[in-house]
């Protein structure tokens, strides 16, 4: 099946700095997703984003689907950024990559 | 109200015994899926059914089996509870054809089999 890669799988932000989160995958794929699962559980999805770039507040997200990769970029990041980021790669099924825990300290 | 909903939130059971998840959904969707969470592996998906006349295995379907009762309701049974069962489950939903398109969760059922 498809590999799903994330990196890196830790990372510690003090509370107003950037930081980029990457996705590698090891075949072609219909759509791309990025989550963000909070330290509480919940699972928000934050982009559906196939190929190109969007942007969502301090989020962005840019997918480089021939060369099999997505990166999110969280700029300015706060406190309540903390949590578990997975990428999830459809091919056909979804499959998600073991995610980035991202903790941001005040 | 959450659009997603799951329940039990929390479930303690013994080996051996039946249990049941169920999942709700109020956003009008045809897709729904059963997914399960252990520390470190991500998301991995169990069943998912594309309308109530379609079940699919997926890739961590045995010892599991589901029910879509209708276009709102698919519920996930464990028929006899191992320990290694042990696990976060999340129910998800996504609205779109051809392609999964976007997926929207519950907000998960934690279950410990002792």
């Known amino acids: 099946g498809i590999q799903v890669e994330q990196s890196p799988p830790d990372l510690i932000l003090q509370e107003g700095a950037n930081s980029t989160l990457r996705c590698n995958f090891s075949?072609?794929?219909?759509?791309l997703q990025w989550f963000h699962q909070n330290p509480w559980g919940q699972l928000i999805n934050l982009f559906y984003i196939p190929s190109g770039t969007k942007q969502n507040g301090r989020l962005s997200a840019t997918t480089v689907a021939t060369e099999r990769y997505s990166l999110l970029y969280i700029s300015s990041s706060q406190t309540t950024d903390s949590g578990v980021y997975f990428c999830?790669?459809?091919?056909?099924?979804?499959?998600f990559g073991a995610g980035t825990t991202v903790t941001v300290r005040a | 109200d959450a659009d997603v909903t799951q329940t039990p939130r929390n479930r303690i059971t013994k080996t051996g015994k039946r249990i049941m998840l169920e999942c709700s959904q109020t956003?009008?969707?045809?897709?729904m899926y059963w997914y399960r969470q252990d520390p470190g592996l991500g998301l991995r998906l169990i069943y998912y059914?594309?309308?109530?006349?379609?079940?699919n295995k997926g890739e961590i379907s045995d010892g599991y089996s589901v029910s879509r009762q209708a276009q709102a309701k698919f519920s996930l049974s464990l028929e006899s509870a191992i320990p290694n069962q042990t696990a976060l489950y999340f129910c998800a939903t996504s609205g779109r054809t051809g392609t999964t398109g976007e997926l929207f969760f519950g907000e998960g059922s934690r279950l410990t089999v002792l």
């Open positions: 999830a790669v459809e091919h056909p099924k979804l499959s």
């Open positions: 075949d072609s794929v219909n759509n």
């Open positions: 059914s594309f309308d109530v006349k379609d079940i």
């Open positions: 956003k009008g969707h045809d897709r």
